[in-house]
């Protein structure tokens, strides 16, 4: 059974930083994990996705170049570390994860909500000044 232990969050000013960790149980084989953000009145979307059997991460646009992906291997967490943080960056972050590629073929986008089947309780993060 898979279990998503979120932790990190909290409220900061614009151009801070914060990091988010997601300690995942009970893979056996290479999955995909990563984060996503909900605000009220639009979609869950995609922050960053990456997958544990190689590959670089996937980041969605809007936060490239501020938000780094990583894994530490020896306990299987993986953790978002924003920075530059931006007003519009508030919202509640999911970590998920599920054994699949991180992206859909043959378009090869980043795989939306719906693939993913197992999640973390949600952590809010704030940004505001």
């Known amino acids: 059974q898979v279990h998503l232990v979120e932790s990190g969050g909290g409220s900061v000013q614009p151009g801070g930083s914060l990091r988010l960790s997601c300690a995942a149980s009970?893979?056996?084989?290479?999955?995909?994990i990563g984060w996503f953000r909900e605000t009220p009145g639009k979609e869950r979307e995609v922050v960053a996705l990456l997958y544990t059997g190689g590959g670089p991460p996937y980041y969605a646009d809007s936060v490239k170049d501020r938000f780094t992906l990583s894994r530490d291997n020896g306990n299987n967490t993986v953790s978002l570390q924003m920075n530059s943080l931006k007003l519009e960056d508030t919202a509640v972050y999911f970590c998920a994860a599920d054994r699949i590629w991180c992206y859909a073929v043959p378009a090869y986008t980043p795989r939306p909500r719906a693939d993913f089947g197992n999640w973390g309780q949600g952590t809010q993060v704030t940004v505001s000044s």
């Open positions: 009970g893979f056996t084989t290479s999955y995909c």
